[in-house]
């Protein structure tokens, strides 16, 4: 099943060096993002997003998995250069490893591979084929149709990448297939600063996919926290589990978030300005504990150019291969953070989509750490934007109001999200589903200036899927999407 679309490696060095705006071959979105890409698709291509335009938030390069790094099984929908407020989190995120396996009696194992693209429906497809400037909820792949009833077959006939933009977030989906399966990688970034890299195991063919199966992929992180920033230096990567200490790991490790009900998440921080991000388990990546096969929530590695994964041998990861978890310090090391997602498919339901994927929120600790520099609890849970002047609590309300993104999202159960306007007014906070229709209104009153407000959502008796949580007041408006997963 292997196919002939590598990349050269004189390839990937254009796509390095495509951050620069003003390409002769720009294309604006209607909301005014931008991106460029070469006027065909049988050439390198890459895309550079910059949103909104005219003040960004998000700035980044992507590459379809076609194009992907990581020969010969690829790595996805693959970002370069993300930049949040002008900040820098990633040199790159992708998947470079996914793979399967079968109980006893089914069909064994399959590594498998992400630079296959599959069909899916996308609007605004433009002029060079590959490349979609998707009205809002239009873009469907295998997931959708089967989650909706459908038995396989794919959506449509566009094969690339599709954005869509939200109120509050802006997303990239693109769609795979290796063998009978259909694997839809999307990128969810937020204006709050945290970014969802979603992940979904479908299947377009019964053969197989109605046995029982567990899929894995593993993500690797390449954070660069404020490099290129005076306040920037090292990267320092930690385990938490809260009630239970506090780790910096200064050697290459593989790890394991162990009891679920413990909370273990990991974080990257930068050593100067000791801002950066939360890995938080999915509540869906926690229903399927580490084993034999799987070997591994997280690493830790020291970054190796080049060293995109773990040289394909075999289904299950090797994590010490390839200069993966090989001992080496990672102290004053340029660190690179590997995590696992994974969902069982069930027997007798080939056609489940499931949707997993860790959420990664940025916090800031402005100072109310402990003396010796060494980060507290409450300073890895305190939510901030990785940027020197972040708002604080007392801080303007520049936009009038601030909706932040539900915690957690996705959620299985309830939800939470917090609102603060800045001049006292009539609000309603109200629920709607994917097609408009509304839910219910989760709060309703006069609210005073300034002070956040903290709205539940229980979804024990709602249907899985994107619903709108939207901010109605008197002189704003504001909407965020949760996703529902059960
Ligand atoms: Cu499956």
Same mark, same amino acid.
């Given at each position: ?356 994927? /860790? @959420? *990664? =929120?940025? !916090? ?5 750490? +402990? &003396? %010796?520099?060494? /980060? @507290? *609890? =409450?300073? !890895? ?5 990785? +940027? &020197? %002047? ?97």
């Amino acid at each position: 099943m292997r196919h002939a679309l590598l990349c050269s490696i004189a390839a990937l060095g254009l796509l390095l060096i495509t951050a620069a705006p003003a390409h002769a071959q720009d294309f604006t979105f209607s909301s005014g993002t931008t991106y460029n890409a070469t006027a065909n698709c049988s050439a390198p291509v890459t895309g550079h997003v910059d949103w909104p335009a005219d003040n960004p938030i998000w700035s980044f390069d992507y590459v379809r998995p076609r194009e992907s790094s990581n020969s010969p099984d690829g790595s996805g929908l693959e970002i370069l250069n993300v930049y949040y407020r002008g900040f820098l989190v990633f040199k790159r995120a992708h998947t470079p490893i996914i793979n399967v396996e079968y109980d006893p009696g089914g069909c064994g194992c399959f590594r498998d591979w992400n630079d296959s693209e599959a069909g899916f429906a996308a609007t605004g497809i433009r002029a060079n084929g590959c490349f979609a400037d998707s009205s809002p909820g239009t873009v469907t792949t295998t997931c959708e149709s089967n989650q909706a009833g459908g038995s396989g077959g794919d959506t449509g006939n566009f094969r690339g990448v599709a954005i869509e933009e939200y109120d509050d977030e802006l997303v990239l989906t693109t769609h795979m297939s290796a063998g009978w399966y259909r694997y839809r990688m999307r990128w969810h970034f937020y204006r709050d600063g945290r970014i969802w890299p979603e992940y979904s195991f479908s299947a377009a063919t019964a053969t197989c996919t109605d046995e029982g199966h567990r899929h894995h992929v593993y993500y690797r992180f390449d954070f660069d926290l404020l490099e290129g920033q005076a306040a920037g230096g090292e990267d320092q990567v930690y385990e938490i589990t809260p009630g239970n200490g506090i780790t910096r790991f200064t050697q290459e490790v593989q790890r394991t978030w162990g009891d679920p009900a413990d909370g273990t998440f990991w974080a990257v921080r930068d050593a100067g300005l000791r801002a950066g991000y939360r890995i938080t388990p999915s509540p869906e990546d926690l229903l399927l504990p580490v084993d034999s096969f799987s070997k591994l929530d997280m690493m830790a590695v020291k970054y190796v150019p080049g060293d995109f994964g773990d040289d394909s041998v075999g289904c299950a990861i090797n994590p010490t291969r390839s200069q993966l978890v090989s001992g080496e310090s990672l102290v004053n090391q340029d660190v690179v953070v590997w995590y696992r997602a994974s969902a069982f498919h069930e027997a007798g339901n080939p056609w489940e989509c499931d949707i997993v994927g /860790p @959420t *990664l =929120e940025p !916090f800031l600790n402005d100072g109310r750490g +402990r &003396a %010796d520099g060494e /980060p @507290t *609890l =409450e300073e !890895f849970m305190t939510n901030s934007p990785i +940027r &020197a %002047d972040a708002r604080t609590e007392g801080g303007a309300i520049p936009d009038g109001f601030e909706l932040e993104g539900a915690r957690p999202n996705p959620f299985d159960a309830t939800t939470t999200v917090r609102f603060r306007v800045a001049d006292a007014q009539q609000v309603a906070i109200v629920l709607y589903d994917a097609l408009g229709r509304r839910v219910q209104t989760l709060y309703e009153g006069m609210t005073e200036a300034e002070a956040f407000q903290t709205v539940q959502i229980d979804g024990t008796s709602l249907p899985s899927g994107t619903y709108t949580v939207v901010l109605e007041g008197t002189t704003v408006r504001g909407s965020t999407r949760i996703v529902l997963v059960k």
